[in-house]
């Protein structure tokens, strides 16, 4: 079973790596990819004063496991940790952390790549930009 | 049958709500949905994208809609 | 100039991410991605006892840096590190560390593999598997 | 004239030292310098790769040697 391979989470609180990397860690793990998102200051030049994550919760949950459960169908992968933060984020803070193990380096490079394209692509989690003067939600519009 | 339409992200400024409530007929599908949903609030059609989820899974135009489903409107997703 | 972009470490002591992480982490960056190699209990099936790399310093230091140089001149990254250790090091422990923050996470991933992979490649590190009955420079014959 | 080579992982196995001497012509390249190491030592020749290093960088076969010149024996890396 998949139970034990994959560790989601979806929170308000503050994201911590050492935690998703202390779950995929192994001992016949060659090697562990990560992508950390981090929330920047600007936007096509514009200042950014904060992001408003909002998601639908129980959907979103269900996604992230789609596809960390893909990911280990689809690739030569021990464990896979996708964690998402939702409500406002500051300027630096993180907003997302995949961690994947895997015996093989090749491996772990492609099954985090696709978590992190897949996850802006099909999860249930909206981004609001605040800027000085008005707001935006991002990818709403053409 | 009255649905119960779960709005997140932008739509939620669009219907001006957390939730509304549609009318729609028997044997509705999620493309009847759509369009009554376009008709009500035309700025849903200045969206990039527009997917209705039924039960958390995103739902096919040709899905039949009863009125016990959990259903949400999805605006184009922006994690990470 | 490149200085303040780039961090090389190679050191008989254990690694630290965190001090890898804080060192690219950037207000204007988007994704950071990272690898982390670890030492495996095991290859083909034979029981590995501990690893010890050995490395002719100064220049493998200096084809550290050219990668981390190259790296930065190739894609479009702001900082990258390339942490390596040396020693004798338990199954489990850290021998390489990369990370790289780049402004979208296309060019972090692709800057990241292109650091493990050429550092496999170019710096000259070597490593001595320890198995229960003996021991073997791998990669060292056909 | 007698140059110094540094010896690193398998080489320093085969040749049972962290450096050792080697006599060249003056004028030797590195080509010249792995002809003579592989004739003194014939365990080089099973190596998957053997490159000398003159100065700290990569040195191609036609390089020339100089007896100030830190050299260094290469056999196939694995770090990471």
Known sequence: ?142 | MKVKILAFGITKDIVKNNSIFIDLNEGATVADLKNKLESEFPKFKALKSLLIAVNEEYGNDDLLISSSDEIALIPPVAGG
Chains 1, 3 share one sequence.
């Not at chain 1, 192994?26 to 920047?40: E, K, L, M, Q, Y």
């Not at chain 1, 904060?50 to 979103?60: D, S, T």
């Not at chain 1, 464990?79 to 090749?106: D, F, N, W, Y």
């Open chain 1, 1 to 142: 079973m998949m139970d034990g391979k994959i560790n989601i989470i979806l929170q308000a609180e503050e994201l911590s790596s050492d935690i998703a990397f202390n779950f995929v860690a192994d001992n016949s793990a060659g090697g562990i990819v990560s992508f950390v998102g981090t929330v920047r200051n600007q936007t096509n030049g514009k200042k950014v004063i904060r992001l408003e994550f909002e998601a639908y919760e129980k959907m979103a949950l269900s996604e992230m496991r789609k596809i960390a459960e893909e990911a280990i169908k689809n690739f030569d992968v021990f464990k896979i940790v996708i964690h998402h933060r939702t409500g406002v984020l500051q300027v630096g803070e993180i907003p997302v952390v995949i961690v994947v193990s895997a015996p093989h380096r090749k491996a772990a490079f492609e099954a985090c790549q696709f978590a992190i394209d897949t996850l802006k692509e099909t999860v249930p989690i909206w981004k609001k930009e605040i800027f000085e003067n008005g707001e935006v939600w991002v990818s709403a519009h053409p």
